[in-house]
């Protein structure tokens, strides 16, 4: 397959979401489309540093930058390009390079409708809450990344009425946001998990005020605080119980580990 990293300015940020505003319409109808991308707005640390766009991208087809990724191509300049043909190994060991071990790590997600202004408008809220942490120097290792990943209606069709998740297409086009902030001090972790909460929390308060919420809480990228289970729906959510009152009638699942999203909270 083909893919890779790609970095570029801060000041590319109208290109950006235009591009991906553009893929995820422009494939929205398309099942199994072999072309992604991650759009990343980073604060980072490393032989590059600063705020960048360190985007990611893939095609499942060994064919570098498709028509579809066309406008992202056009974006300059690059400041590092790592995009090749490759094995999936090695895509996953260089992503892997991103969340090194020993930091502290917190993630906090949400799902709107795809939207180019509302993108550049948490683009913003990241800038006003991070920014100056980043600036003060809050920890000598504080990382933070604020992810796009698209979810079409083409993607959403297959599990539409046939897993737990509640999405179909009639939700439209939608994008999931991929909050991660890491640090190494010990020190500095309330102060990073309460931005990291104010961030989420005034992220869903502007997309429900602009009606582009989507209640999916994807579980892989959600806070301590959010209830991914619940965003599936109440009717999910009751079959969900149902199913384990019936095969786990002493609760042993829900009770064995502490922490982490449980059916009932």
């Known amino acids: ?36 991308v991650q759009v990343i707005n980073a604060y980072v640390n490393g032989v590059v540093s600063g705020q960048l766009y360190v985007n990611y991208f893939t095609n499942t087809q060994p064919q570098p930058w498709p028509s579809q990724l066309a406008q992202f191509q056009a974006i300059a300049p690059e400041l590092e390009d790592t995009t090749r043909i490759a094995n999936i190994t090695s895509f996953a060991q260089e992503l892997s390079t991103g969340t090194p071990n020993g930091q502290f790590y917190v993630f906090g ?21 991070f ?20 979810l ?8 539409c009425g046939k897993n737990s998740l509640g999405l179909c297409p009639s939700d439209g086009n939608l994008v999931i946001v991929d909050l991660t902030v ?45 209830d991914p289970i619940a965003s599936y729906g109440a009717a999910n959510q009751a079959q969900l119980r149902a199913v384990s009152k019936q095969f786990d009638p002493s609760q042993t699942f829900q009770k064995l580990v502490p922490g982490g999203f449980k059916l009932y909270r």
Not at 109 to 129: C, H, P, Q, R, V
Not at 152 to 159: C, E, F, Q, S, W
């Open 131 to 150: 920014g100056p942490l980043v600036a003060a120097k809050t920890d000598p290792y504080l990382q933070t990344s604020m992810v796009l990943q698209p």
């Open 152 to 159: 079409t209606m083409a993607m959403l069709n297959p599990g």
């Open 182 to 226: 890491s640090w190494a001090l010990a020190s500095s972790s309330v102060v990073l998990q309460n931005a990291s909460n104010q961030f989420v929390a005034q992220a869903t308060a502007l997309a429900k005020a602009a009606g582009i919420l989507n209640d999916y809480i994807y579980l892989n990228y959600a806070l301590q605080t959010q």
């Open 1 to 36: 397959m083909w893919g890779g990293q790609v970095v570029y300015l801060p000041t590319s940020e109208s290109q950006q979401y235009s591009a991906l505003y553009n893929l995820i319409e422009s494939t929205g109808d398309i099942y199994n489309p072999p072309n992604d």
């Open 109 to 129: 997600t949400l799902t709107f409708e795809n939207n180019e202004a509302f993108m550049s408008t948490l683009k913003n809220l990241s800038d006003t809450i």
